[in-house]
């Protein structure tokens, strides 16, 4: 097998997170982006790792969230990704947003500067037959070229569904006699995460008027190709959960519980709207759950007649775009590389995961792989009581086969803790369970790779 040099198609999350920390053991690495050569339906800028739905990498809690536990997983891994994200954080509660501007320049800066990178901005449409070791990250918006090959080259059809993307509002514009500053629960370390999410509320015939509005507007007209393709469930368009009944969205993304209305002696409302920072000025808002296949002209008259964005401005309307990924437990090996040409790697969400900590995660993953490859070491993943052994679990459970979909890190994932005394678990004392003992055997795993990473 050639290990002279790596080749990675695909500079997101996934490939750049390979690209590093391959790179950074010493390892020639061709990094492929078509972009901007070639570009996509939904991407804005040349930069590597843009990320083109949320700017939210969710929750910071690694006592009580798995996410939390996976980017913990992630830090003591050296992740280039995390520590760019936690580098150019903006505040979001408990969550980790980021201001995805900084974030994605900054990677691109990194990646270009490093002596054993090299970047070839051109669009990959053959794989190599041969023993060229490659990782395909190509991410949701694989090109239609590859997605043939990777047809082809997997001997089964290429699964997909649908991604929607959230709007983006200028605050400038935002009535505050109407609109406040909260997190739920007043959630956060100080005052700036106490007050990170922008609230809009809405009474009980103007909750009735929108969801209304939202059953009724003009939605984007797919393809013929494209009609049968479902969407992700984690990330269904507003107008579908609103179909799905009246209070659905109240018990959704628009539940008011933990938050009190200033401008109504503090009375919590009949539903809510909330917005997170999307840059760290704070100029630019991000409609929290609003992802939509609505008409453009459809969001701005529906928008703009929630309580406190009656006069806002757009800097992104919300889209819709067709995401790829392969059948993992089907073609796969357990070090990520296809079972008829164990040179091609895969990484990041064309797996089947689903997120942007996941897919670095997956990214990270299989740089370990390919660096136990090279030097003839046995294939070693996390222990299936971690984050990330879970993760990698998942894609390779053969009872998936048949019925496999895209997945969040979850609890659901995670071997189960033993009971204490013989009584089951409390649901707090379960989590923190699951994520002490995540920790633990982490380390103990971690600590035997420390050269590996």
Sequence with gaps: MDTSSIKIVGAGLAGCEAAWQLANK???????????????????????????????????????????????????????????????SVPAGGALAIDRVKFSSEITKKIWAHPLIEIKHEEVT??????????????????????????????SENLAFFDAIAPIIYKEDVDMNK??????????????????????????????????????????????????????????PIEIMAERGHDTLRFGPMKPVGL?????????????VQL????????????????????????????????GLENVKFARLGGIHRNTFINSPEVLRSDLSLKNSPHIHFAGQITGVEGYVESTAIGLLAALFIFEK??????????????????????????NKSLFQ????NFGLFQEPPPTDGKKLKKDDR??????RAKKDWNEWFSSKHNLI
């Design 26 to 88: 010493g390892f020639h690495v061709q990094l492929y982006e078509m972009r901007p050569i070639k570009k996509t339906a939904v991407h804005q800028t040349e930069n590597f790792c843009e990320l083109v739905c949320s700017n939210s990498f969710r929750s910071n809690d690694d006592k009580k969230n798995a996410v939390g536990q996976l980017k913990w997983e992630l830090r003591s891994a050296h992740s280039l990704i995390m520590k760019t994200a936690d580098k150019h």
């Design 126 to 155: 053959q794989l190599s037959t041969e023993n060229e070791l490659t990782i395909i990250a190509t991410g949701p918006l694989t090109s239609n070229a590859l997605a043939e090959k990777l047809k082809i080259i997997t001997k």
């Design 179 to 236: 609109a406040w500053f909260q997190s739920r629960y007043d959630k956060g370390e100080n005052s700036l995460e106490k007050k990170a999410y922008l609230n809009c509320p809405m009474n009980n015939e103007e909750y009735d008027s929108f969801v209304k509005n939202l059953i009724t507007a003009p939605k984007i007209e797919f393809k013929e190709w494209e009609k049968e393709t479902p969407y992700f469930q984690a990330c269904l």
């Design 260 to 272: 009190r209305n200033p401008h109504d002696n503090n009375r919590r409302p009949y539903a809510v």
């Design 276 to 307: 997170r920072p999307d840059n760290t000025t704070q100029t630019l808002y991000n409609m929290v759950g609003f992802q939509t296949k609505m008409t453009h002209s459809s969001q701005v008259t529906i928008f703009q007649n929630i309580p």
């Design 374 to 399: 090279i030097t003839e070491k046995k294939c070693s993943p996390p222990p299936l009581t971690t984050a990330l052994g879970s993760l990698h679990n998942y894609l390779l459970l053969q009872d």
């Design 406 to 409: 895209p997945m969040n890190i």
């Design 431 to 436: 989590k923190i369970a699951f994520t002490s």
